[in-house]
Every structure is written in C-alpha cells, then in structure tokens.
C-alpha cells in the first residue's frame, strides 16, 4: 500500500542543537511537502519539491533547509534548532491525477526543543 | 498570498444530525481538498473538488468557483466522525503545495 513514512515520530531537541527529519513515501509522485502544524496558525508550508535534487521555499522557510535526494525521500533540516520551532511537522506527497490532485500525508513528527 | 476562511471554527452534534461546513477563498483556485483530522492525528483526503458536487459516501462537497466558496455537508453524523475537517486551495499550483484553512473541530455525541 502506498504511503508516507516519517521517522521519528517524536523527537525532544536541545536548543542550538542539529535536527533533521526524515520522510520516506512508496507513492511514485514527483512533489513532497513539508508542514508545521500550530494553534492559531493550521498547517503551513516549509519547504516543498519537484523531484530529485530540487528543493524550494515555502511560506515559512526561515531556520529551516529541505534535501530531496531520490524520489523516495526528503529531509527537513534544522542547524540551529529553537524553541520556536516546537512543533508538529507533517510530510506529504502529491501529485496531479486528472485534473485533482491527490495528496498523502505522513502520521507527523512531534518536535520538542528545549 | 491565498487566504482560506472556514466557517464555523467548531461544531457540536447529537448522532444523526446533519452538518454544513464552510470554506471561503480568497482567489481563484485550482484545486480545492477537503482533508479530515483525528485527534492528534494526520491528515486524509476526503474529496477533491475544485469545481461543482461531488459525493463520497455521507459527505457531500459543493464549490462555487467564480463566488470562491465552498461547503462539506456530513449526512447523519456518526461519533466517528468527529474530529476537524480542514479546507485547502492550491498556492499558485498543486505543485506548489496547499495553502489551509484552521479548520472546523467536530464534535458528536451519542
């Protein structure tokens, strides 16, 4: 069955500290996406890519970089972690199907940075 | 940027009851999903609907392009189906991501 694995499901983080969450998905599309997911704020995008070796911004791209290096995989990455960046984060694939869209979303990664 | 209001932010139901949930855009869009939400959970796609009705078991989804508008009707809400219903548009295009609305948190009682 197609899907989207993230691993880890949870992580606490020391601030200053290097994170990277990863994301595997058996979907065969071409985009991958990666959210955060705040009271007050919903989902919103991070980072988001094309393909292999393409990574672009999203609307809250700052603190954060993306590596796509297949098609089956991209990394979330924080250098410099922060309190700020206490979140859930979510990946997820996409791709056009007719003329819909059809997404898949990971189970979420709780990130805790103390 | 898009900007996706929904409407109401919460719901309280008795078992059976009907709902209508509410999705403004604020420009035109391509795409448009309607995604449900577990209790501390992920995401699934419910439908996709950018344009007209469509229906998948209890759910009935209506969008209104040109008037940027659209609505979830649940039929006969079950205690399963509580949980939050969010809206979502494509950015510029559907590779671009989803931009999202807060949600509307469903809660049904027996």
């Known amino acids: 069955e197609a899907a989207v694995t993230q691993s880890p499901r949870n992580k606490v983080a020391v601030t200053g500290g290097k994170v990277t969450l990863s994301c595997n998905q058996t979907?065969?599309?071409?985009?991958m996406y990666w959210y955060r997911q705040d009271t007050g704020h919903g989902l919103r995008l991070i980072h988001y890519?094309?393909?292999?070796?393409?990574?672009e911004k999203g609307d809250i791209p700052d603190g954060y970089k993306a590596s796509r290096p297949s098609q089956e995989n991209f990394s979330l990455i924080l250098e410099l972690a922060t309190p700020s960046q206490t979140s859930v984060y979510f990946c997820?694939?996409?791709?056009?199907?007719?003329?819909?869209?059809?997404?898949?979303f990971g189970s979420g990664t709780r990130l805790l940075v103390i | 940027g898009q900007q996706v209001q929904q409407s109401p932010s919460s719901l309280v139901l008795q078992e059976g009851e009907n709902a209508e949930l509410q999705c403004n855009f604020s420009s035109t869009a391509t795409q448009l999903q309607w995604f449900y939400q577990s209790p501390g959970g992920s995401l699934v796609s419910l439908l996709s609907?950018?344009?007209g009705t469509k229906h998948t078991g209890r759910l009935t989804s209506t969008t209104v392009t040109k008037e940027r508008r659209s609505s979830l009707h649940i039929s006969s809400s079950q205690t399963t189906d509580s949980g939050t219903y969010l809206c979502?548009?494509?950015?510029?295009?559907?590779?671009?991501?989803?931009?999202f609305g807060l949600g509307t948190r469903v809660s049904v009682f027996p």
């Open positions: 609907n950018p344009s």
């Open positions: 997820a694939s996409g791709d056009a199907v007719d003329a819909n869209s059809d997404y898949t």
């Open positions: 979502a548009i494509d950015r510029d295009n559907y590779a671009q991501g989803l931009t």
């Open positions: 979907n065969n599309h071409n985009n």
């Open positions: 890519s094309y393909g292999a070796g393409s990574t």
